[in-house]
């Protein structure tokens, strides 16, 4: 499985349980920051892979593994209930599952310190999956 399919695998279950929420900011994706209500970014990062098997080519396993990061920025000064919410749906919607040949470990939730005219947090879920050479 290559990145670009593991990208594609993870933004489609998003927006399939999402359900138009907020808006929603992929990375490298044209996008247009609301004024005054609630948002989320989400971004994949690359980790370390292992090589998991040997042989001949096309037959070598390589675990990869990566991080999700989901970012929840409401107004500020509105209170953290909405923020709360968000969050807790989107751990709700990756924590611990399988999907198409990808793991979903653990999810955490971290505040922020308020930024401009947003309060946010920061939902972290590690992931692995195989690609074959």
Known sequence: MTLNEV?????QHFLGAWNNQ??????????????????????????????VTIGPTGYRKFRRSGILFAQVFTPIETGANQADDLAEEI???????????????????FEQDPNGKWYSYTIQTPFTYEDQK
Request: net charge positive; glycine share 2%; proline share 7%.
């Open 91 to 109: 751990r709700d919607v990756f924590e611990a599952i399988r999907l198409s040949g990808i793991w979903f470990q653990q999810t955490d939730i």
């Open 22 to 51: 907020t808006p929603v900011d992929f990375a490298n994706e044209k996008f247009v920051q609301p004024l005054l209500e609630p948002w989320v970014r989400i971004t994949i990062k690359s980790q370390p892979s292992m090589q």
């Open 7 to 11: 990208r594609k695998i993870i933004y």
